[in-house]
C-alpha cells in the first residue's frame, strides 16, 4: 500500500492549481491508483526559500532507497523577477540561477525525473488595478529569468517548460508587443496568477513533457495498485493483492 510518489513543487501558481481547471486536480486523475501526487507550491516563494525547503520535503517524503519519487515539477522563478516591491521576493538573476541548479542536482540525487517550469507573462497594469501594488517587474524581465533557468535545465539535460513563449504563442500579440505589457486578463486573473486558459495550456504541456521525455512514467505504463473488483475471488479476499489490474 506504499505508493509512489509525484511531487508538484513551486510557489503560488502550483498552490493554487488545485482549482478545477489546474494541473494537481488533472494529474491527480491521470495517477490514480499509480502514483500519489503531492502539491507542495506555497505562494510568495522564491527559489531562495524553495532551497530551503525542498530538502526537508525531500527527506521526509523519500525512502531509503531513495527510489519512491519518480517526477517532480520545479516551477519557481515568478516572485524572483520581482525588484523593488518588498525587501522579501526580489532575488538577483545569479542567484536565481544557483538556486535553480541546487535544486535539481537535488533531485537527481534523490534519483527523480525533474520537469523544470519557467515564469510566464506579467500584466504589471492589472497588478496595479487588483492589488495597488507598485510597478515590480515586466515582460522583458519575466523573460529574462526564464531563459536563465531555461539555460541551467538545459545544462542539466533535464526538461523545460517555456511558459513565458507558450502563454505569447497562444496570444494575438507579438514579441514585441508583449514587451509593451498590454493587458492579458485572459491569461492572468491579477496579473500573476493562471486563469483557467492558461492553467489548461501549462497542463497539456506538463503531460506532453512526460511523455516525450519520461514516456515509462506516463500513466499507461505504470501498474495500478490491488486487483480490479472483478478479480477479486470472493473465496479468498487475499487476491486483492496478488492478482493484476490490467488497464483496458
Same mark, same amino acid.
Given at each position: 500500500?506504499?505508493?509512489?510518489?509525484?511531487?508538484?513543487?513551486?510557489?503560488?501558481? /502550483?498552490?493554487?492549481?488545485?482549482?478545477?481547471?489546474?494541473?494537481?486536480?488533472?494529474?491527480?486523475?491521470?495517477?490514480?491508483? &499509480?502514483?500519489?501526487?503531492?502539491? %507542495?507550491?506555497?505562494?510568495?516563494? /522564491?527559489? *531562495?526559500?524553495? %532551497?530551503?525547503?525542498? =530538502? &526537508?520535503?525531500? *527527506?521526509?517524503?523519500?525512502?531509503?532507497?531513495?527510489?519512491?519519487?519518480?517526477?517532480?515539477?520545479?516551477? @519557481?522563478? /515568478?516572485?524572483?523577477?520581482?525588484?523593488?516591491?518588498?525587501?522579501?521576493?526580489?532575488?538577483?538573476?545569479?542567484? $536565481?540561477?544557483?538556486?535553480? *541548479?541546487?535544486? !535539481?542536482?537535488?533531485? @537527481?540525487?534523490?534519483?527523480?525525473? =525533474?520537469?523544470?517550469?519557467? =515564469?510566464?507573462?506579467?500584466?504589471?497594469?492589472?497588478?496595479?488595478?487588483?492589488?495597488?501594488?507598485?510597478?515590480?517587474?515586466?515582460? %522583458?524581465?519575466?523573460?529574462?529569468?526564464?531563459?536563465? !533557468?531555461?539555460?541551467?535545465?538545459?545544462?542539466?539535460?533535464?526538461?523545460?517548460?517555456?511558459?513565458?513563449?507558450?502563454?505569447?504563442?497562444?496570444? &494575438?500579440?507579438?514579441?514585441?508587443?508583449?514587451?509593451?505589457?498590454?493587458?492579458?486578463?485572459?491569461? @492572468?486573473?491579477?496579473?500573476?496568477?493562471?486563469? /483557467?486558459?492558461?492553467?489548461?495550456? @501549462?497542463?497539456?504541456?506538463?503531460? &506532453?513533457?512526460? *511523455?516525450?521525455?519520461? =514516456?515509462?512514467?506516463?500513466?499507461?505504463?505504470?501498474?495500478?495498485?490491488?486487483?480490479?473488483? %472483478?478479480?477479486?475471488?470472493?473465496?479468498?479476499?487475499? $487476491?486483492?493483492?496478488?492478482? $493484476?489490474?490490467?488497464?483496458?
Amino acid at each position: 500500500m506504499d505508493y509512489n510518489k509525484f511531487i508538484l513543487f513551486g510557489d503560488s501558481i /502550483t498552490q493554487y492549481s488545485t482549482q478545477q481547471a489546474g494541473y494537481t486536480p488533472f494529474l491527480t486523475d491521470k495517477y490514480v491508483r &499509480k502514483l500519489d501526487v503531492l502539491n %507542495r507550491g506555497y505562494a510568495g516563494y /522564491t527559489t *531562495e526559500h524553495g %532551497r530551503l525547503i525542498l =530538502p &526537508k520535503i525531500l *527527506e521526509i517524503e523519500s525512502n531509503k532507497e531513495k527510489d519512491n519519487i519518480k517526477l517532480i515539477t520545479i516551477f @519557481l522563478g /515568478t516572485n524572483d523577477c520581482y525588484e523593488n516591491n518588498n525587501w522579501i521576493q526580489p532575488t538577483k538573476i545569479e542567484r $536565481t540561477k544557483e538556486n535553480i *541548479e541546487y535544486l !535539481i542536482d537535488l533531485a @537527481l540525487s534523490y534519483n527523480i525525473k =525533474p520537469i523544470v517550469i519557467g =515564469p510566464g507573462l506579467h500584466d504589471y497594469n492589472l497588478v496595479i488595478e487588483k492589488s495597488q501594488a507598485v510597478k515590480a517587474t515586466n515582460n %522583458r524581465r519575466n523573460l529574462e529569468y526564464s531563459e536563465v !533557468i531555461k539555460s541551467v535545465a538545459k545544462a542539466k539535460n533535464v526538461p523545460f517548460i517555456d511558459t513565458w513563449n507558450l502563454m505569447l504563442q497562444d496570444s &494575438k500579440f507579438t514579441k514585441e508587443e508583449i514587451f509593451e505589457d498590454p493587458p492579458l486578463e485572459e491569461y @492572468l486573473i491579477d496579473g500573476i496568477h493562471y486563469t /483557467t486558459k492558461s492553467y489548461v495550456l @501549462l497542463t497539456k504541456e506538463i503531460y &506532453k513533457t512526460i *511523455e516525450y521525455n519520461y =514516456p515509462e512514467l506516463l500513466p499507461e505504463n505504470l501498474p495500478f495498485k490491488l486487483s480490479y473488483w %472483478r478479480d477479486i475471488d470472493p473465496k479468498n479476499l487475499d $487476491t486483492i493483492f496478488t492478482n $493484476t489490474y490490467k488497464q483496458d
